[in-house]
């Protein structure tokens, strides 16, 4: 979203705030979105959250292996942890059956904490 939300917010006596939308690529070093969101959260005095949505069904439907998963909750709490301790970033999880709930999801959690930037990874696949 562009810096002029950014501008009204803080007009307005809003503090900004942005969203870190993690996928598939669940680290923290080396992360091109997360390290631009806050590099332009740092310019603009915004607070950052994180998010994760995992969704079993679809995972099941697409044959995803036991280990993926396994490594998904191993790592979930470290990333959480870590972004924490690093970033002062809070990690939410949520479960969603799909990946299209996921998007109505998040455009719900966009709306509710009037997130004005979002950014997540391109993925290549």
């Not at 631009?36 to 697409?62: I, K």
């Not at 969603?96 to 709306?111: G, M, R």
Request: proline share 2%.
């Amino acid at each position: 979203m562009a810096n002029n939300d950014n501008k009204a917010e803080k007009d307005k006596g809003r503090t900004p705030h942005y969203l870190m939308w993690f996928r598939r690529d669940l680290r923290i070093h080396d992360n091109t979105a997360l390290a631009a969101l806050c590099e332009q959260a740092d310019d603009n005095d915004a607070s950052v959250t994180a998010v994760y949505f995992y969704t079993p069904e679809q995972w099941h439907t697409h044959d995803m292996s036991l280990a993926q998963v396994d490594h998904i909750a191993r790592t979930l709490p470290i990333l959480a942890h870590d972004l924490r301790k690093d970033f002062n970033i809070t990690l939410q999880v949520y479960a969603c059956a799909h990946f299209d709930d996921s998007i109505a999801a998040l455009l719900e959690f966009c709306e509710k904490e009037k997130i004005s930037c979002l950014m997540a990874n391109h993925e290549y696949e």
